[in-house]
């Protein structure tokens, strides 16, 4: 491993110095020596520093060179590198193109052999429907020779197409007509059915009926009895009326002939009027009370003279 540059330069600086002077008795040197002395060593130093530097430049350029030499190695490589990863992409893609070119033809041959084994079933599904054909030609061949014969009866048919074409004519308006009385006869059903429960609601609704005419001959009677008693107690209430009012009448007639006797006894004329019976009763009430009054008086005074001796 290669030393750092300080490192370096301090070593080649050491191998270039010259070597030190042996110890000697430098307070005996004049000063002119130690300074030539001094001057030399400077001169060392700056020998060993030119060639330092020429050392430095040599290797720097030599650096340089290997450098660029690297760097055209890493060009070289980073090249090798890109045509590298370039062919293992060339494979990459032709070896998926070869993947898929197998997994398409695979998928192919699969296709191929489901479409021959679809075929094949086909094939046996035809010959099967064929030999159910023919044996069914052959049951029918007394048919076609009886339609010939017909044919033969009808002049009005040409062909058997046409015979056959009459016959289904015939036949779907036999089934329309079937199915038409079908549903006739399932609406009358649903008629019937909608008749009866009409005649069993108009039955429920004759028996509520019925009933809400009991309960109002009820309510009525009822009401009738309420009336005979309203108007036999309104009677009552009359009659009771007419007996207060003649005793009221009777009272006041009472009343007012008291009221006339007490205005005669007092010689004075009725200062009230006829239809003030509580007036009048009260004027008979004082001269009740003052009649009272001088009877008690007169009493007293009968009594006092019989008790002196």
Known sequence: MAKPWEEYFQLALQEKMPKKIPDQNVDHL?????????????????LALQAQKEVFQTMMAAQKQRWEQVEQKERELKGSFVRFDKFLQDTEARRSRALRRAAEER????????????????????????????????RLEPCARLLGGVLEQLPEFQEVPELVARFDGLADMQAALRLTERQRVAELEEARARLQRLREAGQDELLGQGQRRAQLLERLEAAR?????????????QNTAAEKTLLLGRTRMAALNLFQLVCRHKRQPPALDIEDTEGQLEQVKLFILDLSAMLASLRQAELTPASQP
Not at 109 to 130: M, P, V
Not at 226 to 236: A, D, F, M, N, Y
Request: no cysteine; proline share 3%; net charge positive.
């Open 225 to 237: 009895e309420r009336t005979l008693r309203g108007e036999s107690k309104w009677i009552q209430i």
């Open 107 to 138: 998928l192919q041959a699969s296709r191929q052999e489901a479409e021959a084994l679809r075929l094949r079933a086909q094939l046996e599904e035809l010959l099967r429907e064929r030999a159910r054909l023919q044996r069914r030609l052959e």
């Open 30 to 46: 004049p000063p002119v020596l130690r300074l030539l002395e001094k001057r030399q060593e400077l001169v060392d130093a700056d």
